[in-house]
Nanobody
Framework: VQLQASGGGLVQDGGSLRLSCVHSGDFFNRNIMAWYHQAPGKQRELVASIEVLGRTDYVDSVKGRFTISRDNAKNTVYLQMNSLKPEDTGVYYC?????????WGQGTQVTVSS
């Protein structure tokens, strides 16, 4: 399984970006999908997750600003990021979990300038 993330870039404070992650394997619709954020010099942390039936969860710092969604027909998970802040800067990683199988994408850089 490969996870190909894209959509990062440079944006001004208050701007928006949409990240995409394509899952290359079978049974995408059975995976829990998530996005993680790793700020410079810090540990990777969970930002948002979406379960098989669409239930979502977010870290408090992005609630109301970020939206995770999935398109099972396209094997893709998205992260719509609005009202971006400089502290959102970092690498965003896509993650998929199905039972004991846990996969990571290569990450996409997001930089928010103040």
């Amino acid at each position: 399984v490969q996870l190909q993330a894209s959509g990062g870039g440079l944006v001004q404070d208050g701007g928006s970006l949409r990240l995409s992650c394509v899952h290359s394997g079978d049974f995408f619709n059975r995976n829990i999908m998530a996005w993680y954020h790793q700020a410079p010099g810090k540990q990777r942390e969970l930002v948002a997750s979406i379960e098989v039936l669409g239930r979502t969860d977010y870290v408090d710092s992005v609630k109301g600003r970020f939206t995770i969604s999935r398109d099972n027909a396209k094997n893709t998970v998205y992260l719509q990021m609005n009202s971006l802040k400089p502290e959102d800067t970092g690498v965003y990683y896509c993650n998929s979990v199905l039972r004991r199988f846990n996969y990571w994408g290569q990450g996409t850089q997001v930089t928010v300038s103040s």
